[in-house]
């Protein structure tokens, strides 16, 4: 046998086209797919995707860290603010309950000193009368008293007023060179010290604490000032893509203090060489494997082999019929049954391409099976009903050794009916026949014939010509369509005679001229004549279409002897792609 090269078949584009738009849309999808510079960019797709969605586990792992980070940071300082102002009013409940001498007498300022040194973080005690510091526990009674003014806030906690004094200076009070906030009622005050921020675990961080007056109002504790209101404005995940900058914002418990805080991109990168250059490096290799376990699932899942082993089904496998010439009488006495596979981007797969695949997979009994049952089918409903027509399948001869041949010809009445079915036996490999001749005869008797298919190619043998019950022998197309002269077309007219003096009727393949065609009708053994000369492969409505205007086609009784010439009338060129 020989592999099909052909460029294509008569007519099946043009009159398949309409059985098949529906298909088009999903079809022209799967080909995108199919293609296989498309499984690369599938491949790419996936790697790509893999990748990117590693990056963003991987962001939004590292924005859970850092923003556990920025709160925790945040936390500390609202912390410290706020045990700090809860100490301030317990020492200034303590200094009313214990300090009562007279004030800022020498008994008052040393009651005053001694809570000062309570381990509670606050170390400066004023005492204030009529809103003007009279002494202080650091510097005593003071020579030159401080108008303290107006609060900065006046706030209630617990049902008791107090006043704040944000950021005040501290040197007139005995605390050259620093500032302090100042919290107290009416009497007692006291100076709460500056708070550090804890350091960042991801590079340089910036803070801001604030006392909280409302929702929109809020005054700076330290820090970058600004930063609270712009971490306000952070997006979801607390990264501002303005800056690039990761914004964490949390409230201590009594609301009085929140805090915000920043840290940048590129300071969090860089704070992690190793641990983000690892993560990426890992995130390549899984994606790496992703889009390779993506590709290896693609090409097992669109292999043409799995492709194909999918859709061997009776939709995807099309018939066409290659007619067959009586050389007497020049009257298209049969056809040959050639399958097409479509694709599933629609493309037409011929059968030396799938045939690999029907053997490699064992799938001929089910090629087989699709084939004569699609052929019967199509046959019956769109040829003629006075038409007879001898059919011919190809078969592998592993096919006869099972008991499925026959069933798929029941119904048939042989001598009755208009079509007559004929297997060609195509030997692919080293097959000894004569293990099927038994099933060569009970087909026979079903008025099922055997021929030999591709003769003198292959694993032909001579001998079967004389030992197997055939009833005919396809000659290879080699030899007719061998150039004039050569080997095997002189050997043509001998392998003619060969078979001819064994009793059987010859089929010659791929008469492809009219010269050939001419000198096959002169010769005595060459009973039928199948090739382009005559028709290509076509469809079953083309094969009625030329059937009809075939020139030896005549009415019964009246056939008429063809010519090459005669033929020719006939527009070929019209079938052929
Ligand atoms: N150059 C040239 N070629 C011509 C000419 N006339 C016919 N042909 C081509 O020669 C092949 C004839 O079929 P084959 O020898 O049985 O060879 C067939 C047959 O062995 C096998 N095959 C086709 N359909 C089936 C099937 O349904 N089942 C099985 N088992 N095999 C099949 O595939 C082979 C190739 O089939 P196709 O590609 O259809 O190719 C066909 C046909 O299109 C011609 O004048 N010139």
Not at 512 to 533: D, I, P, S, V, W
Request: proline content about 5%; some cysteine.
């Amino acid at each position: 046998m020989q592999g099909g090269t052909l460029p294509g078949d008569a007519g099946s584009v043009a009159i398949g086209e309409g059985k098949r738009r529906d298909g088009r849309k999903i079809a022209s999808f799967a080909g995108l797919v199919v293609l296989f510079g498309n499984r690369r960019l599938v491949r790419m797709a996936v790697l790509t995707a893999t990748f990117v969605m590693m990056l963003g586990v991987g962001g939004a792992i590292l924005s859970i860290m850092v923003g556990d980070d920025l709160s925790r940071q945040n936390d500390a300082g609202i912390g410290e603010y706020e045990v700090l102002t809860i100490r301030s009013f317990e020492l200034i409940t303590l200094l009313e309950r214990q300090v009562t001498a007279e004030a800022c007498s020498p008994a008052f300022l040393e009651g005053m000193r001694k809570l000062a040194f309570l381990p509670d973080g606050i170390n400066s005690i004023l005492y204030a009368q009529d809103g003007v510091i009279a002494c202080t526990s650091n510097a005593g009674k003071l020579e030159a008293p401080v108008i303290i003014g107006e609060p900065d806030l006046a706030a209630s906690e617990s049902g008791a007023t107090f006043d704040i004094w944000f950021d005040r200076p501290q040197g007139a009070l005995g605390l050259p060179g620093e500032t302090g906030t100042i919290v107290g009622g009416d009497g007692f005050l006291v100076t709460m010290p500056e708070i550090s921020a804890p350091a960042s675990l991801f590079g340089k961080s910036s803070r801001e604490v604030v006392f909280r007056v409302d929702d929109e109002t809020w005054i700076s504790r330290g820090g970058r000032a600004g930063l609270y209101a712009v971490a306000g404005m952070a997006g979801a995940g607390g990264f501002n893509w303005a800056d690039w900058s990761f914004y964490g914002r949390d409230c201590g418990e009594s609301g009085l203090y929140c805090a915000a805080s920043r840290a940048p991109l590129s300071s969090v990168i860089s704070s992690r060489p190793f641990e983000i250059g690892g993560f990426l490096a890992f995130s390549g290799i899984v994606a790496l494997f992703v889009g390779g376990l993506a590709d290896r699932g693609m090409r097992s899942y669109w292999s043409l082999a799995a492709r194909f082993v999918r859709g061997l089904t009776p939709e995807r496998m099309e018939c066409v019929y290659q007619p067959v010439v009586r050389m007497e009488t020049g009257e298209i006495v049969g056809v040959e049954v050639l399958s097409r596979w479509r694709d599933a981007d629609g493309r037409v797969v011929f059968p030396d391409t799938f045939l690999p695949i029907v053997n490699e997979r064992g799938l001929s009994r089910r090629l087989t099976e699709i084939v004569i049952g699609k052929a019967r089918q199509e046959l019956g409903q769109h040829l003629p009903a006075e038409k007879e027509l001898q059919v011919a399948f190809n078969i592998s001869p592993r096919d006869y050794k099972y008991d499925f041949l026959r069933p798929l010809f029941d119904g048939h009445e042989p001598g009755t009916a208009r079509l007559g079915f004929i297997l060609e036996i195509v030997e692919t490999e080293s097959f000894d026949l004569s293990s099927i001749k038994l099933e060569m005869m009970r087909l026979r008797r079903q008025g099922v014939r055997t021929y030999i298919d591709d003769f003198g190619v292959g694993f032909s043998n001579i001998g079967n010509l004389a030992e197997l019950p055939i009833d005919g022998v396809k000659l290879d197309r080699g030899f007719s369509m061998a150039p004039d002269g050569s080997l095997w077309a002189n050997m043509l007219p001998r392998a003619l005679e060969l078979i001819g003096s064994a009793g059987h009727r010859v089929v010659v393949e791929g008469v492809e001229t009219g010269e050939r065609f001419e000198m096959l009708k002169k010769n005595r053994h060459a009973t039928f004549a199948q090739g382009y000369f005559i028709a290509r492969p076509m469809p079953v409505e083309a094969l009625v279409a030329f059937l009809k205007t075939y020139p030896g086609n005549g009415p019964a009784g009246e056939l008429q002897p063809v010519t090459a010439s005669a033929l020719n009338i006939v527009d070929f060129g019209r079938l052929k792609r």
